[in-house]
């Protein structure tokens, strides 16, 4: 199975050792007022929040929330954001791309495991193929995420609780950028390989989508990027997808927690690491502090 759909999971929405976590304490560096900064996960039920209630009461006292994007902006507007990046080139549709006997045996797949019922492959066709990738991937794992409401995910209910009170939110990126990333980075060819190959293996999404939810769900994120590490058929993606993704974020952030008072939401694939975000904030000079409960 393809890791980097699954990484595209984790971040879409999803990471060094067993004590790697999803939450931590910013201050120092001059701060007058400390921030906060949560790892998180498209799939994982708010309930996880229930064995971190030091992370609402922060979400409380936070004068702002930062996220990847500012989805308050509303899902038609993320979503003609992102359509232009979505749409395949008129030469490489799903039927272009896809030979006649693989389309129809892995279009039955697509139907058993996509994540709305009545969504046919063929109503993709226009779409790159990593479309029909994420949606099954996410199809697929949510079903092995026990308490998994696709109305109730982590960074939406980070930003609208915030609106609901009155305060700020922003977006460390655009949805045009992000949207660029995710769909235009790897070539259509290639995505349609990695479509096929996940379709007609679709156990060993839920084998891994299991593992995932699991090292979430216990803040081992450290085994999670361990997870995504072991695929190097696109290095470029990777780094495209987290280390410079990273590298800007971070040249943002001083200004940022120069103000007081975020919590700051962001897949937790990008927590850690070497080029991750909490060790690119400690060499900036701030205390990283983790927080359990």
């Not at 929405?13 to 201050?27: M, W």
Request: with cysteine.
């Amino acid at each position: 199975m393809n890791k980097r759909i699954m990484v595209l999971t984790a971040v879409f929405a999803v990471v060094l050792g067993c004590s790697a976590q999803i939450f931590y304490k910013i201050s120092g560096n001059g701060l007058e007022k400390p921030s906060w900064l949560f790892g998180t996960h498209h799939l994982a039920p708010l309930s996880i929040l229930d064995s971190i209630p030091s992370a609402r009461q922060a979400l409380d006292e936070s004068d702002r929330v930062i996220g990847e994007l500012d989805m308050t902006i509303g899902q038609i507007a993320l979503g003609m954001a992102l359509q232009p990046f979505m749409m395949a080139p008129s030469d490489s549709t799903l039927r272009d791309l896809i030979a006649p006997d693989d389309f129809a045996r892995i279009s039955k797949v697509f139907e058993q495991y996509a994540p709305m019922p009545g969504v046919t492959l063929e109503a993709l066709s226009m779409m790159r193929p990593m479309v029909a990738s994420s949606m099954v991937s996410i199809g697929v794992i949510s079903r092995s995420m026990p308490g998994y409401n696709p109305q109730e995910q982590l960074d939406m209910y980070f930003q609208t609780s915030a609106k609901e009170k009155g305060k700020k939110v922003a977006g460390l990126e655009t949805p045009e950028l992000q949207g660029r990333l995710l769909y235009t980075t790897t070539p259509v060819v290639k995505q349609a390989a990695d479509l096929i190959e996940m379709l007609d293996n679709p156990g060993k999404i839920v084998e891994h989508g299991e593992k995932i939810n699991k090292c979430y769900m216990s803040q081992n994120i450290g085994e999670l990027l361990s997870l995504m590490e072991g695929d190097d058929s696109n290095p470029q993606f990777m780094e495209a997808l987290l280390d410079r993704r990273n590298a800007d974020w971070l040249s943002k952030l001083p200004s940022i927690l120069k103000e007081g008072g975020n919590f700051v939401a962001v897949g937790a694939l990008h927590l850690v690491g070497d080029k991750g975000v909490v060790d690119g904030l400690r060499k900036l000079g701030y205390t990283v502090e983790p927080i359990w409960k």
